[in-house]
Each structure stands twice: as C-alpha cells, then as structure tokens.
C-alpha cells in the first residue's frame, strides 16, 4: 500500500487543524503556506473530510476549519480511510496461496494497528528526535 499526497496532505490539514483545536478556525490559505502546500489541492481534500464530519467549516473573515472532535478521538487510520479508501497492501488477497495470504494479512493487521492506534494527538505534539546537531562532527 502506498499512502498519495491525498493521505499524506489530509494528514497534514488534520494535524494542523489539531495544534489549533480550541483557538478557533484556522484557514486552508494560512495551512497551505505554513507547510507550502497549494491551497487549491487541499481545498480537494477537505471536502470529503468534512462530509465525514472530522471537520466542520466556519464562514466569514475570520472563517476556516476546525476538528468536530478532540485530537485524541480522531486517528490517522480514520483520516487515511477518508481519503486513500480501505487500508489493503495487495490487491486480490483472496487469490493468494494460503502461505502468502498469511503474510499480507499480517502487514495489512501491522499497518492498521499503527494508523489506528496514532491519534492526531499523537502527531500534532510531535518533534523529531534526530536534531542537525546529531550530524555534527567535531575534529
């Protein structure tokens, strides 16, 4: 399985919109130039986000996107859902030895506990452990 912009942009919306959760509504226009993002491509992905009502737009100046629901009831599984469709490594599983079966269900069960289990909580406090200093070498 291979997640596209659509997921990985989605998410992108999704994680912004949980570091304001409580603030107000936050714009696509100010989402797409903080993370340089063309704002028409997440103005496709946020419809159907909010026909799943994950979020909720707000009308007027100061109009934008907020999350329906805390960061911690909304998984990255939910999000990839919406946007990619069914979470399957392999296409036509059923055809597959049993041996194989076996396996991609496996990977398929691994990747799903990860997504479902990875809440936008998880993600929106998030920082990289590896900072440019572990790149550093000192003669």
Known sequence: MKISTKGRYGLTIMIELARKYGDGPISLKQIARDNGL??????????PLRNASLVKSVRGAYGGYMLTKAP???TAGDVIRILEGPITPVEGIEDEEP???ALWKRVRDAVKDVLDTTTLEDLKDHVDDQTQDAYMFYI
């Open 72 to 74: 911690h009831e909304i």
């Open 99 to 101: 041996a194989k079966q």
């Open 38 to 47: 063309s704002e028409h491509y997440l103005e496709q992905l946020i419809a």
